[in-house]
C-alpha cells in the first residue's frame, strides 16, 4: 500500500540562524529556529500532501526544555488566502506583529513560486527541483526590485555588496568581519589591526561590482583582464594572463600551462558562446566559473574574479546576482572538485549536478535576505 508524501516547511523566526533539516515519520520540512526572543510565537507552516497544498498558522511555547507547537487556524491552500486570512485574527494580531518579517518573506516567496508555477515554465534537466526558487528569486528581481527608485534600488545593492564583498573576500582568507566590511564599505570606518592589503580586496570589490552592474560590455580577453586587474588595484601588480606555471592546491587537477593560457581562454570564450543559449543562465554562470578557476589564467585573484564574472554573466541574463557564503566554503570547494573531474569544453551533466545546486540553492537561500 502506498501513501502519498508529504511535505512540511515551518517558518519562523531566523535570527542568526540558517535552516536545520527535519524528519519525522514520512514529513520532511525545514525548521528556522528563533535564538532570541519570545517564550510564544506564531509562524506559518506549509504542508504539502501529493500535489495540494495547505497553509496553518501555529503557535509554539517554551515549556521548560521543551517547545510545544499547537495549531491555530487553517489558513487556506494560497498565498492570497493566507494574506486574507491574517487579517482578520484580532487574537494572534499582537504576536503576528512580532513576527511580520519572518511572516512577510515566507509569503513573498511562496507567491513568487506560485507565480512561477502558474507559468507552468519548462523542465531544466540540470536544475530539476532547484528551477521554480531560482525562477521565483528572477521573477521578484526583474518584476520588483528593478521597478523600484533607483535610490531604493542603490540602497538594496549596497547592503548586497558588502555581504558580496565580505563573502568572496573571506573565502580567498581575508580577515575583515562583517560588520567590520559594513563600517568600512558604508560609512568608511577603517577596521584596525588589519592589512591595506585586506582593506582594498573589500574596496576593489565594491568598485568593479558597481561598475559592472549598467556594464553592456562583452565577455572577451580585454574585459576579463581588466576586471581582474580592477579587483587586483593595489594588491598584486602583475597585469594580464600569467605567464608562469602555478599549483592550485587541494584541487583535482593541473592549472593549464603558462603558454596555453590565452589559448585555452580562447576556447572558454568560445564555448561560452556556444552554450549562450542553451544553457539556463544560471547554469551557464555556473559551469563557467568552474572552467574559468580550471584554467586558474592569473597568478592571483582567479576565485574572486570568477565569482565576480559568474554575477556578471547573471546579471546580463535579467538575473539577479548571487553571494557564495564563506560559512559554505568547504562544500563549495568540495563541488568545485567534483566537477574538475570534467572534460574543460564539455557540457557535462553528471559532474557539475553538485556545484550546479549548490549554487542555486546559494542563490534561492540567500536572495530573499537582501533583495525584499
Not at 506560485?114 to 531544466?124: A, C, H, R, Y
Not at 531560482?134 to 520588483?144: G, M
Not at 565580505?166 to 580577515?175: D, L, Q, S, V, Y
Request: proline letters at 3%.
Amino acid at each position: 500500500m502506498h501513501t502519498k508524501r508529504e511535505t512540511e516547511e515551518v517558518f519562523m523566526d531566523f535570527g542568526e540562524g540558517l535552516p536545520l533539516t527535519i524528519r519525522y515519520s514520512n514529513v520532511e520540512g525545514k525548521l528556522y529556529k528563533d535564538r532570541k526572543h519570545e517564550e510564544v510565537m506564531v509562524y506559518i507552516y506549509k504542508k504539502t500532501v501529493g500535489k495540494k497544498i495547505y497553509y496553518y498558522l501555529r503557535a509554539s511555547e517554551r515549556k521548560g526544555e521543551r517547545v510545544v507547537a499547537k495549531d491555530i487556524l487553517y489558513l487556506g491552500s494560497t498565498i492570497p488566502e493566507v494574506k486574507k486570512a491574517l487579517e482578520h485574527l484580532p487574537k494572534q494580531k499582537e504576536q503576528i506583529r512580532k513576527a511580520y518579517k519572518t511572516i512577510h518573506r515566507f509569503l513573498e516567496v511562496n507567491h513568487y513560486r506560485e507565480k512561477i508555477l502558474e507559468k507552468k515554465v519548462k523542465q531544466d534537466t540540470w536544475l530539476e527541483e532547484q528551477l521554480i526558487p531560482v525562477e521565483a528569486c528572477a521573477l521578484h528581481y526583474r518584476t520588483i526590485f528593478q521597478q523600484q527608485p533607483k535610490i531604493t534600488q542603490q540602497e538594496i545593492l549596497k547592503n548586497f555588496v558588502v555581504e558580496f564583498a565580505f563573502n568572496t573576500t573571506a573565502i580567498e582568507g581575508n580577515t575583515i568581519k562583517l560588520n567590520q566590511a559594513r563600517s568600512l564599505l558604508q560609512e568608511g570606518l577603517t577596521p584596525i589591526n588589519k592589512t591595506v592589503r585586506e582593506i582594498h580586496d573589500l574596496q576593489n570589490t565594491e568598485k568593479v561590482f558597481f561598475g559592472l552592474m549598467n556594464s553592456k560590455e562583452a565577455i572577451t580577453h580585454e574585459f576579463i583582464i581588466k576586471t581582474h586587474e580592477a579587483l587586483m588595484e593595489h594588491i598584486d601588480p602583475r597585469k594580464g594572463y600569467r605567464t608562469e606555471d602555478v599549483r592550485v592546491i587541494k584541487a583535482n587537477f593541473k592549472a593549464t600551462p603558462a603558454p596555453y593560457v590565452r589559448t585555452d581562454m580562447e576556447l572558454l570564450l568560445k564555448w561560452f558562446q556556444e552554450e549562450k543559449n542553451k544553457l539556463h543562465p544560471l547554469v551557464l554562470a555556473t559551469l563557467f566559473h568552474h572552467k574559468f578557476e580550471k584554467i586558474h589564467p592569473f597568478m592571483d585573484g582567479n576565485g574572486r574574479t570568477g565569482r565576480m564574472l559568474m554575477n556578471y554573466i547573471l546579471l546580463t541574463e535579467k538575473y539577479p546576482p548571487l553571494v557564495i557564503r564563506t560559512n559554505k566554503r568547504n562544500v563549495y570547494l568540495q563541488a568545485l572538485r567534483e566537477a574538475d573531474k570534467s572534460d574543460l569544453f564539455k557540457t557535462e551533466k553528471g559532474v557539475y549536478k553538485q556545484l550546479v545546486n549548490f549554487v542555486a540553492a546559494e542563490m534561492s537561500e540567500n536572495y530573499w535576505n537582501i533583495f525584499l
